[in-house]
């Protein structure tokens, strides 16, 4: 079904007082520059922009009012096209992370940092643009040698989710262009203008370069939308964003018709602070990593396991530094935490808080709604065998528990469904070693000293067991877009 957007009034609480305002009034010049209208969105692109549906509203999580509703090229030349694209959102950066943190509700330099991730990938994607190649292999017949060829697939479907509204659609349509493909994107439904926004700039770019708009083509809904691609043998390839329950039944269809999948699912991310680490190193690397985006990143840190003899040191830098963390509007300078993204997170964060109590659990800090989809980010204290750690909630709630040796501190880290990304803090070669090798972490990125959100997009992101098993990005991720063919 076809979809349309429209914009309405909103109410934005300021410094206590509750005034009348118009979102879209108030960042008209931000909409105005991607032709985002107060009403009348269309929010299918196939070549043209198209809706018949029903209307989807784009709802701003600050105050959960109504934002808007919405309705044969050589490598190398695609490597130029992807230049220009690449152009395009740099002229636009900061007025599309200003959409971004409208609409989802991360802080303004978060939400410009995602638009310069695609920025980046499109900059890979170029690179790849002269490096895509096969391999020639010795054949076992006189006077005869193998070739081994990458082809294009056809089409890549992209379901993203609401977190990263715009970085998970550019790490993968800018490898599936350059690798050949087209791409139909199926953003989340609570992020429909970040979706058009985007759209609208590869639209121009596209004709600029007389290409097919509907290369780059987009379809915003809800889950039959999803359903539908999941289903159609004319995806070739589907990359899908979001929870491992969804996750594993999107993956059940797609492998049902013998299709090809990128699962990108939880994460359930821990870090491991040893007791030779540099503690102010660790604590602000924590704070960022479990408190950024208000906790809703994929590699969010959930779980912090530290050594027994440093930990009550790590928890009283940590209240400290979640003591000064200023929570708000996300466009407001300063704010460091702005909402959850939906009312139904915050309840999510009330129940997570009410099974720690339930089994034993304490709170170190915070636990407290404040209104709207606002919730302070909070610390408890647990231990590993309970249910409410293993279990991943999407809100910035970080469980802490202590170990005696590093052997019980990385079964620790993988005793969790998920493997996502994880990180130790330690200063022993060592116990580095060991981390990064087959007895230590089996999660699909492991770092060391550095926190587990973000990644590079030189390397393949994305994780093993209930995460998914997909590869995005960076390093030979590009495979997955191709066909290979031996000959």
Same mark, same amino acid.
């Given at each position: 079904m076809l979809r349309h957007t429209r914009i309405l009034a909103s109410r934005l609480p300021r410094r206590g007082a509750v005034r009348c305002i118009s979102t879209f009034d108030k960042y008209r010049d931000t909409f105005d520059r991607f032709g985002i209208t107060k009403t009348g969105n269309k929010g299918v692109f196939d070549g043209e922009w198209k809706g018949t549906g029903s209307v989807i509203p784009s709802v701003n999580?600050?105050?959960?009012?109504?934002?808007?509703?919405?309705?044969?090229?050589?490598?190398?030349?695609?490597?130029?096209?992807?230049?220009?694209?690449?152009?395009?959102?740099?002229?636009?950066?900061?007025?599309?992370?200003?959409?971004v943190s409208l609409e989802m509700g991360?802080?303004?330099?978060?939400?410009?940092?995602?638009?310069?991730?695609?920025?980046?990938?499109?900059?890979?994607?170029?690179g790849l643009s002269r490096m895509l190649n096969g391999s020639m292999i010795p054949s076992e017949r006189p006077g005869h040698v193998m070739l081994e060829t990458w082809n294009p697939l056809g089409t890549v479907g992209v379901i993203s989710a609401f977190n990263f509204?715009?970085?998970?659609?550019?790490?993968?349509?800018?490898?599936? /262009? !350059? %690798? *050949?493909?087209?791409? =139909?994107?199926?953003?989340?439904?609570?992020? $429909?203008?970040?979706?058009?926004?985007?759209?609208k700039l590869l639209?121009?770019?596209?004709?600029?370069?007389?290409?097919?708009?509907?290369?780059?083509? /987009? !379809? %915003? *809904?809800?889950?039959? =939308?999803g359903s539908a691609m999941a289903?159609? $043998?004319?995806?070739?390839?589907?990359?899908?964003?979001?929870?491992?329950?969804?996750?594993?039944?999107?993956?059940?269809?797609?492998?049902?018709?013998?299709?090809?999948?990128?699962?990108?699912?939880?994460?359930?991310?821990?870090?491991?602070?040893?007791?030779?680490?540099?503690?102010?190193?660790?604590?602000?690397?924590?704070?960022?990593?479990?408190?950024?985006?208000?906790?809703?990143?994929?590699?969010?840190?959930?779980?912090?396991?530290?050594?027994?003899?440093?930990?009550?040191?790590?928890?009283?830098?940590l209240i400290k530094a979640y003591g000064q963390v200023k929570i708000g509007d996300p466009l407001e300078q300063g704010v460091l935490c702005g909402p959850l993204h939906t009312s139904a997170a915050v309840e999510v964060y009330e129940q997570t808080l009410a099974k720690v109590k339930q089994e034993g659990g304490e709170i170190l800090f915070g636990g407290e709604t404040l209104g709207g989809n606002f919730v302070k980010p909070t610390l408890t204290r647990v231990t590993p065998s309970m249910s409410v750690v293993k279990n991943e909630a999407f809100v910035p709630i970080l469980h802490t528990m202590s170990f005696k040796t590093l052997e019980e501190a990385i079964a620790i880290n993988n005793n969790v469904e998920q493997g996502l990304s994880s990180s130790i803090f330690t200063n022993n070669p060592a116990n580095i070693f060991k981390w990064i090798g087959p007895s230590g972490s089996d999660c699909g990125i492991i770092n060391v000293n550095i926190p587990t959100n973000g990644a590079e997009i030189g390397?393949?992101?994305?994780?093993?067991?209930?995460?998914?098993?997909?590869?995005?990005?960076?390093?030979?991720?590009?495979?997955?877009?191709?066909?290979?063919?031996?000959?």
């Open positions: 999580p600050v105050d959960n009012q109504v934002i808007a509703e919405v309705v044969s090229l050589p490598v190398p030349k695609r490597g130029q096209v992807l230049l220009a694209m690449r152009d395009a959102l740099v002229q636009n950066l900061e007025p599309l992370g200003q959409v991360k802080i303004l330099p978060e939400g410009i940092g995602e638009v310069q991730e695609y920025v980046d990938i499109l900059e890979y994607a170029l509204p715009v970085a998970v659609y550019g790490w993968n349509s800018a490898i599936a /262009l !350059v %690798t *050949g493909n087209g791409v =139909v994107w199926k953003p989340s439904p609570t992020t $429909p203008l970040c979706s058009i926004a985007v759209t639209e121009r770019t596209l004709k600029e370069h007389n290409l097919p708009p509907a290369l780059c083509s /987009l !379809v %915003t *809904g809800g889950s039959d =939308v289903a159609d $043998p004319r995806v070739n390839l589907l990359s899908f964003t979001g929870s491992t329950k969804v996750g594993q039944q999107v993956g059940k269809v797609v492998q049902g018709r013998f299709g090809k999948l990128l699962l990108e699912l939880g994460g359930n991310n821990a870090i491991i602070v040893m007791d030779d680490c540099d503690l102010d190193l660790a604590a602000r690397a924590i704070l960022f990593a479990a408190v950024g985006t208000a906790g809703q990143r994929c590699t969010t840190t959930r779980r912090l396991i530290v050594h027994e003899s440093v930990y009550e040191p790590l928890i009283q830098k390397g393949a992101f994305g994780g093993e067991k209930a995460t998914g098993g997909g590869r995005e990005s960076g390093s030979d991720a590009w495979k997955q877009y191709c066909r290979r063919g031996t000959w």
